[in-house]
């Protein structure tokens, strides 16, 4: 009987015991696919940020300060920015951070690459069409010569000090830069990183057209990021899956406006000093790299349908999905297995390039 006794007490602690731990274990998974949204402006666009896990606030919390931290160092009309610094310098050198290097210098090898179709020293025509404070405006082509001729991307000089991490920077004192078409995608990207410094192990970002994902989703599976019908905001063409990447959108139905039935939109071709020409409606770029997304995605629509796939074919490491004028959804083949086509696309039909 004391034995029968003593093996019913330990029965009933070994199943207190095995309670107690699959409690635990529930509460650990509750912990991992905890999910935590936020949504902030800044950088003139709603955005919205999604961790998930028991340091989701925390890595929020982070990304947060480094999306406002750049925003204050990259406005060029705020006088207190480092970009403002670098367009009153009247030519002298300016110190800037690791942070702004890397995007110029990624900049610089997509405006080489691409024969100057993005280029940020546009920014005096961007400002000349009224981008910048909305007072719309058709310029004179007299006007768009004159900004033409303070481009100057190639001109720039960036300089390394490795002893204090710091960098400096020259651009010719008639010159104007902007980081409109790098911005996002940088942030989106220094956002990510983040998270993950606080331990964020699965979370996604919205910037405006800018999404960047961290790992993959709670259970494991695969993200599904909708790519905008550019003719209606409300719609979506179709869904692809990704895992941790960039997926960077730009068109002109983001910023636009009306002058006598005709639609000038942001995209400056850095060519002509007009909104850009292009036969597309939109260009996604799927890459791991969130600021040479944001880059590409501004080159490649500067550049058209034929130009941008002879890019990808070239250079590589990154897949596009291009929206045409004539109602076709262009996947490069990388893409192939990863987008599914909306049942509301209606007139849109895929092709896929090799």
């Not at 010719?172 to 956002?191: D, I, R």
């Not at 070239?314 to 086509?341: A, C, H, K, P, W």
Request: charged share 20%.
């Amino acid at each position: 009987m004391r034995h029968t006794k003593i093996f019913s007490e330990w029965m009933k602690r070994a199943a207190a015991l095995l309670l107690c731990l699959c409690m635990a274990l529930s509460l650990a998974a509750c912990g991992e696919n905890r999910k935590v949204t936020r949504e902030i402006y800044a950088m003139d666009t709603v955005m919205t940020l999604t961790a998930y896990g028991s340091n989701a606030d925390a890595g929020l919390d982070a990304a947060e300060s480094v999306i406002f931290a750049m925003e204050a160092m990259l406005d060029p009309e705020l006088p207190t920015s480092t970009v403002y610094a670098i367009n009153h310098a009247d030519g002298s050198s300016v110190v800037v951070s690791a942070q702004i290097a890397r995007m110029l210098t990624t900049a610089k090898t997509v405006y080489d690459q691409s024969g100057g179709a993005l280029d940020p020293t546009v920014y005096p025509l961007v400002k000349r069409w009224g981008f910048v404070d909305q007072k719309y405006y058709k310029p004179s082509e007299a006007e768009i010569a004159e900004d033409l001729s303070r481009l100057c991307f190639d001109q720039m000089t960036l300089t390394s000090f490795p002893s204090s991490g710091s960098y400096s920077l020259t651009i010719p004192a008639y010159g104007q830069l902007s980081f409109g078409a790098v911005a996002k995608g940088s942030a989106a990207e220094n956002a990510i990183d983040a998270m993950r410094q606080a331990g964020v192990q699965s979370g996604i970002i919205s910037l405006g057209g800018n999404v960047q994902t961290l790992g993959l989703k709670p259970d494991g599976s695969l993200w599904k990021v909708a790519i905008q019908d550019p003719e209606n905001p409300d719609g979506y063409v179709g869904v692809i899956s990704v895992g941790e990447t960039a997926v960077v959108t730009s068109g002109p139905y983001q910023r636009n406006f009306v002058i006598k039935g005709v639609v000038y939109h942001h995209i400056i071709n850095p060519a002509t000093g007009h909104p850009s020409g292009s036969s597309l409606r939109s260009v996604t770029i799927v890459c791991e790299d969130g600021t040479m997304a944001d880059c590409l995605s501004t080159a490649m629509f500067v550049l058209g349908e034929t130009k941008a796939l002879n890019y990808w074919r070239q250079y590589g490491g990154f897949e596009m999905i291009l929206i045409t004028n004539d109602d076709r959804i262009v996947l490069t083949s990388g893409l192939l297995e990863d987008f599914t086509l909306s049942p509301d696309a209606g007139k849109y039909h895929v092709v896929y390039s090799e």
